[in-house]
């Protein structure tokens, strides 16, 4: 095993690409990620604030991971943290799906519709225009906000779904403002929500993922274990185009500590 794997104490997961590919499990991953959580812990990782953790362990489950809820963190999980830390007891206009409110109300945080402290803006695929103008609304009369990530698109097997990236494009068109921050990848809120939950050390995390862009760019700029496994998109070719050093490049995440 590399020296830098021997002190980290909680692995997280990206997902597509790394785990499985689509509906396909990625060879080994169920068992490697089972020699993870005996020696310390996994922590699926997601950006997608429009699925619930418990959507991503039924998928795990079928696919045959071990797993409960509080293994999966969501930027959802992230914003809510990041808002007890930061906003405590602030009153929350929250633009999301149902799942989303679902998550938020269960998290503790005071929402309203009316007079809000700060906005916070989570991947909606259910909202209408009313909706939408509420919130530029709120944002021109100088209510601040946040968003859960920032990808601009969401991949799907049939393409791509506008995400939260661009909604803050159109967000920024219509009032001129921009977030105060992005929680999710590769940004350092979601860093910082993770290591609080965890209770460790940068050092003591790695991050395991596909993608030079989000992934390792993740790691690097919060000074976690950066772990590349080359069974999805990104190469080493391309990270160090992007001038990044990974710590550690596996073929797949069943060699982790081969
Ligand atoms: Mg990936």
């Known amino acids: 095993m590399d020296e830098k794997l021997k002190n980290v104490k909680c692995f997280l997961l990206d997902m597509d690409g790394t785990v499985y590919l689509g509906d396909n499990l990625i060879d080994g991953a169920v068992d490697a990620v089972k020699r993870m959580n005996e020696r310390c812990r996994a922590l699926f990782l997601t950006n997608n604030s429009s699925a619930a953790p418990s959507d ?8 045959g991971f071990t797993v409960k809820d509080d293994d999966v963190f969501t930027s959802g999980n992230a914003t809510i943290e990041y808002l007890h830390a930061h906003y405590p007891r602030k009153r929350v206009f929250l633009f999301g799906n149902d799942k989303l409110f679902a998550q938020f109300k269960a998290g503790g945080i005071n929402l309203t ?13 259910t909202f209408n225009y009313d909706r939408l103008t509420k919130l530029c609304d709120f944002i021109r009369e100088g209510v601040p906000y946040i968003t859960t990530h920032g990808d601009i698109n969401c991949p799907t097997a049939h393409g791509y779904k506008p995400d939260v990236g661009s909604f803050i494009a159109l967000i920024e068109k219509s009032t001129g403002v921009s977030p105060l921050l992005i929680c999710g990848k590769p940004f350092s809120p979601i860093a910082e929500s993770i290591q609080r939950v965890l ?13 030079i862009s989000t992934d390792m760019q993740f790691a690097i700029n919060n000074g976690f274990v950066s772990v590349l496994v080359l069974t999805g998109e990104g190469t080493v070719e391309e990270a160090e185009k992007a001038g990044q050093k990974i710590d550690v490049v596996l073929k797949s995440i069943a060699d982790w500590d081969k």
């Open 56 to 63: 991503y362990v039924c998928k795990l489950r079928k696919m």
């Open 199 to 211: 209770g460790l050390n940068k050092h003591e995390i790695a991050m395991v993922g596909d993608r």
């Open 113 to 125: 519709e009316e007079d809000p402290d700060l906005a916070v803006v989570g991947f909606d695929t």
